[in-house]
């Protein structure tokens, strides 16, 4: 079964950057569109990048400041975190794209706050 482990959260400072990743287990991650997913407690998880073949795509929100991009050699997701905002702050998870095809990992707590 497919793993998803997602890292590289922290604590950032507002205007900080990070980068985070994820790791996905099994023969699957080819073959599939990934996207990145935020979630703030009591609020739905939304989508905030995703990839679809060569082609990249981003909320509204985080356009400009936000990258993502994937190493298939790697079977890893990342996601590069620029000019990051206190709205940011959230719990982030990988998946695939648009279905979620593999079980939720832990995701990775982002904490935007001076």
């Known amino acids: 079964q497919v793993q998803l482990v997602e890292s590289g959260g922290g604590l950032v400072q507002p205007g900080g950057s990070l980068t985070l990743s994820c790791a996905a287990s099994?023969?699957?991650?080819?073959?599939?569109?990934w996207g990145w997913y935020r979630q703030v407690p009591g609020k739905q998880r939304e989508l905030v990048a995703d990839?679809?073949?060569?082609?990249?795509d981003y909320a509204d929100s985080v356009k400009g400041r936000f990258t993502i991009s994937r190493d298939n050699a790697k079977n890893t997701v990342y996601l590069q975190m620029n000019s990051l905002k206190i709205e940011d702050t959230a719990v982030y998870y990988c998946?695939?794209?648009?279905?979620?095809?593999?079980?939720w990992g832990k995701g990775t707590l982002v904490t935007v706050s001076s």
């Open positions: 998946n695939t794209y648009p279905n979620f095809r593999v079980p």
């Open positions: 099994g023969s699957i991650f080819r073959i599939y569109n």
């Open positions: 990839f679809i073949g060569s082609s990249t």
